[in-house]
Nanobody, 117 residues
Framework: QVQLVESGGGLVQAGGSLRLSCAASESRFSINVMGWYRQAPGKQRELVATITSGGSTNYADSAKGRFTISRDNAKNTVYLQMNTLKPEDTAVYYC???????????WGQGTQVTVSS
């Protein structure tokens, strides 16, 4: 089974940067799409960005232009470079991976990102 482990979260001042990493364990199943989601207190979990194994990306409007998602297929790792962070970016960020066969979705434990004003 796939295990996802996030790292890189922390406390940063507004305007600063962080890079999140998510490493997936070795698996016989192909992880077709990896992504980052976040959940702020009192809000539902929302998509931040996704990337396919082929490198196609998708961003939430709030992330576009500031965040960059990338993927190292050889290392089974996905990254999220976050620049020009804002207090509203404060949330727990979760790594997500999806396989087509079997049809499964995997989640990491989450990493806290706190942006102070």
């Amino acid at each position: 089974q796939v295990q996802l482990v996030e790292s890189g979260g922390g406390l940063v001042q507004a305007g600063g940067s962080l890079r999140l990493s998510c490493a997936a364990s070795e698996s016989r199943f192909s992880i077709n799409v990896m992504g980052w989601y976040r959940q702020a207190p009192g809000k539902q979990r929302e998509l931040v960005a996704t990337i396919t194994s082929g490198g196609s990306t998708n961003y939430a409007d709030s992330a576009k232009g500031r965040f960059t998602i990338s993927r190292d297929n050889a290392k089974n790792t996905v990254y999220l470079q976050m620049n020009t962070l804002k207090p509203e970016d404060t949330a727990v960020y979760y790594c997500n991976g999806r396989t087509n066969w079997p049809n499964r979705e995997y989640w990491g434990q989450g990493t806290q990102v706190t942006v102070s004003s």
